[in-house]
């Protein structure tokens, strides 16, 4: 067998994405918020990006910074005749010119001996400190009750076991050969007792029943029907079988409704009321807003927080001072580069971002004037083609993005959606027709609540037919709108 080397030539295309290309589809795709957090992040990595402050002009700093005067270094003697005089002179000289060059290094110093307020020292001040675990909060507790030491030790091991909705998540019996027969059963279940009497009320309860139960049974109100109704009848009042859980205890439907209403005050998740994660604050990234003109709407980006940027004027002159070694130079040069490509990405963002959110309005003026019930479809495609952009590009400008607006604060991609035309051949959006199918769930009768296909039915009343039953189920359980039994009132 012979074995041979041979080449050849071949022609193929690749594409190739540049750094600062990669870049701008990141920026464009950030909220606010984190693109906030990046050019933070950047000024911190990147020595030659600088915030331009408030109130001052480049133009400004750049007369000060040519204005300033040269100081002729000398060696610092000091002499011992005429008083030390001369030297004393020069040494508040040297202490003039570090002060004016602290003043022209950036808007750090400035903030530092100018006394003006640290931003990020405000902001870590005024952070809350970081919310207590329902483990270590009940672990608290645990250590101050008084009991043997097998059931100290069977109760940090259930805590060990408790979810943070508050349920203990195994049995008794598993964590019992867990733990190599340190304690007993019987200490697990005393363990139990206790643990069930710490805060929050209806901690470690099994199950759902359970925690109802435990709250109503150490809750300063009488509770007793509710307890038996929970206790004996639980399955049926999750059906909704009000009826025949009337007839079995004996009483009317009205008892049963105010024994509802009492238990909807207590809590199904009472874990949660510690250390519940917060959630993070919307912030739109445009606003839109009825104009002078009749019919009419202003889009405008909400930046208003977002730092403006430049390049340092002091180290924009240090790489042309051919004085400066080349290591430096190169390294400022490298650094001058990736600033103006961060500038450039964001400016980039902002054209985009505002010039799609128009085309959205512009398209979408009727749910702006009248409400999600005349939302039309809108695919991205048609909004990439009116901006001049690749769809991927306008699928990354409204991810995660928000809108505000007289309707509330909405999500960008809201209102791009598919749709069926109406019997008049009017074009309606998904979105239209969910907020139609919650409008006539909102006003039907609850003693006589309209089936899935008698919803069908007032769809096409309105206009929009052909939708099949299954369609319409589908819709519902997304809304977590329950079924017309469930919906029921007695």
Same mark, same amino acid.
């Given at each position: 067998?012979?074995?041979? &080397?041979?080449?050849?030539?071949?022609?193929?295309?690749?594409?190739?994405? #540049?750094?600062?290309?990669?870049? $701008?589809?990141?920026?464009?795709? %950030?909220?606010?918020?984190?693109?906030?957090?990046?050019?933070?992040?950047?000024?911190?990595?990147?020595?030659?990006?600088?915030?331009?402050?408030?109130?001052?002009?480049?133009?400004?700093?750049?007369?000060?910074?040519?204005?300033?005067?040269?100081?002729?270094?000398?060696?610092?003697?000091?002499?011992?005749?005429?008083?030390?005089?001369?030297?004393?002179?020069?040494?508040? @000289?040297?202490?003039?010119?570090?002060?004016?060059?602290?003043?022209?290094?950036? $808007?750090?110093?400035?903030?530092?001996?100018?006394?003006?307020?640290?931003?990020?020292?405000? #902001?870590?001040? @005024?952070?809350?400190?970081?919310?207590?675990?329902?483990?270590? *909060?009940? %672990?608290?507790?645990?250590?101050?009750?008084?009991? @043997?030491?097998?059931?100290?030790?069977?109760?940090?091991?259930?805590?060990?076991?408790?979810?943070?909705?508050? =349920?203990?998540?195994?049995?008794?019996?598993? %964590?019992?050969?867990?733990?190599?027969?340190? =304690?007993?059963?019987?200490?697990?279940?005393?363990?139990?007792?206790?643990?069930?009497?710490?805060?929050?009320?209806?901690?470690? #309860?099994?199950?759902?029943?359970?925690?109802?139960?435990?709250?109503?049974?150490?809750?300063?109100?009488?509770?007793?029907?509710?307890?038996?109704?929970? $206790?004996?009848?639980?399955?049926?009042?999750?059906?909704?079988?009000?009826?025949?859980?009337?007839?079995?205890? @004996?009483?009317?439907?009205?008892?049963?409704?105010?024994?509802?209403?009492?238990?909807?005050?207590?809590?199904? $998740?009472?874990?949660?009321?510690?250390?519940?994660?917060?959630?993070?604050?919307?912030?739109?990234?445009?606003?839109?807003?009825?104009?002078?003109?009749?019919?009419? *709407?202003?889009?405008?980006?909400?930046?208003?927080?977002?730092?403006?940027?430049?390049?340092?004027?002091? *180290?924009?002159?240090?790489?042309?001072?051919?004085?400066?070694?080349?290591?430096?130079?190169?390294? %400022?040069?490298?650094?001058?580069?990736?600033?103006?490509?961060?500038?450039?990405?964001?400016?980039?963002?902002?054209?985009?971002?505002?010039?799609?959110?128009?085309?959205?309005?512009?398209?979408?003026?009727?749910?702006?004037?009248?409400?999600?019930? *005349?939302?039309?479809?809108?695919? &991205?495609?048609?909004?990439?083609?009116?901006?001049?952009?690749?769809?991927?590009?306008?699928?990354?400008?409204?991810?995660?993005?928000?809108?505000?607006?007289?309707?509330?604060?909405?999500?960008? !991609?809201?209102?791009?959606?598919?749709? &069926?035309?109406?019997?008049?051949?009017?074009?309606?959006?998904?979105?239209?027709?969910?907020?139609?199918?919650?409008?006539?769930?909102?006003?039907?009768?609850?003693?006589?609540?309209?089936?899935?296909?008698?919803?069908?039915?007032?769809?096409?009343?309105?206009?929009?037919?052909?939708? #099949?039953?299954?369609?319409?189920?589908?819709? !519902?359980?997304?809304?977590?709108?329950?079924?017309?039994?469930? !919906?029921?009132?007695?």
């Amino acid at each position: 067998m012979k074995l041979e &080397m041979t080449g050849q030539m071949r022609l193929e295309q690749h594409m190739k994405l #540049a750094p600062h290309m990669i870049q $701008s589809m990141e920026i464009l795709q %950030l909220p606010i918020l984190a693109l906030q957090e990046r050019i933070e992040h950047e000024i911190n990595s990147n020595p030659v990006l600088e915030m331009v402050e408030p109130g001052n002009s480049e133009e400004t700093e750049t007369t000060v910074q040519e204005s300033t005067p040269e100081i002729e270094e000398k060696d610092l003697v000091v002499s011992t005749d005429n008083d030390k005089v001369k030297d004393f002179e020069r040494l508040e @000289n040297l202490d003039d010119d570090f002060k004016e060059y602290m003043s022209q290094s950036g $808007s750090m110093r400035q903030r530092i001996y100018n006394d003006e307020p640290d931003k990020k020292l405000e #902001a870590l001040n @005024n952070t809350a400190a970081p919310s207590q675990s329902l483990h270590d *909060y009940l %672990l608290e507790q645990w250590r101050m009750i008084e009991a @043997n030491e097998p059931v100290k030790t069977a109760g940090a091991a259930i805590i060990d076991y408790i979810d943070e909705k508050g =349920f203990l998540t195994v049995r008794l019996e598993q %964590l019992h050969n867990k733990d190599k027969h340190e =304690f007993t059963i019987d200490d697990l279940n005393n363990a139990l007792a206790f643990v069930q009497k710490l805060e929050p009320t209806g901690v470690g #309860a099994r199950d759902l029943k359970e925690c109802l139960l435990i709250q109503m049974s150490q809750g300063s109100r009488d509770m007793s029907f509710e307890s038996k109704l929970i $206790s004996e009848h639980m399955e049926e009042l999750l059906e909704n079988k009000l009826p025949d859980i009337a007839k079995k205890m @004996n009483c009317d439907i009205e008892a049963i409704n105010h024994a509802i209403e009492n238990m909807s005050k207590l809590d199904f $998740s009472p874990g949660l009321q510690i250390g519940q994660d917060r959630n993070h604050p919307i912030i739109p990234d445009i606003i839109v807003e009825a104009s002078e003109v009749p019919g009419q *709407y202003l889009v405008r980006l909400a930046d208003t927080n977002l730092p403006h940027l430049k390049i340092s004027n002091y *180290y924009s002159k240090m790489v042309k001072d051919e004085t400066v070694n080349e290591k430096t130079r190169k390294f %400022l040069q490298e650094n001058m580069r990736s600033a103006q490509w961060i500038m450039d990405a964001i400016e980039q963002r902002k054209n985009t971002l505002l010039k799609v959110a128009q085309t959205v309005v512009k398209y979408q003026k009727d749910f702006f004037d009248k409400g999600q019930l *005349y939302l039309h479809p809108l695919p &991205m495609s048609k909004v990439a083609d009116d901006v001049g952009v690749h769809i991927a590009t306008v699928s990354r400008a409204v991810s995660g993005k928000y809108i505000q607006c007289s309707w509330g604060i909405l999500p960008l !991609r809201k209102f791009f959606s598919g749709g &069926m035309e109406d019997t008049d051949g009017n074009a309606v959006s998904w979105e239209a027709i969910r907020g139609k199918l919650q409008q006539i769930i909102d006003e039907e009768d609850k003693s006589k609540p309209l089936s899935d296909d008698l919803i069908k039915k007032k769809l096409a009343e309105a206009g929009i037919d052909g939708l #099949a039953r299954r369609t319409v189920a589908k819709y !519902r359980k997304l809304m977590n709108i329950p079924a017309a039994r469930f !919906r029921k009132k007695y």
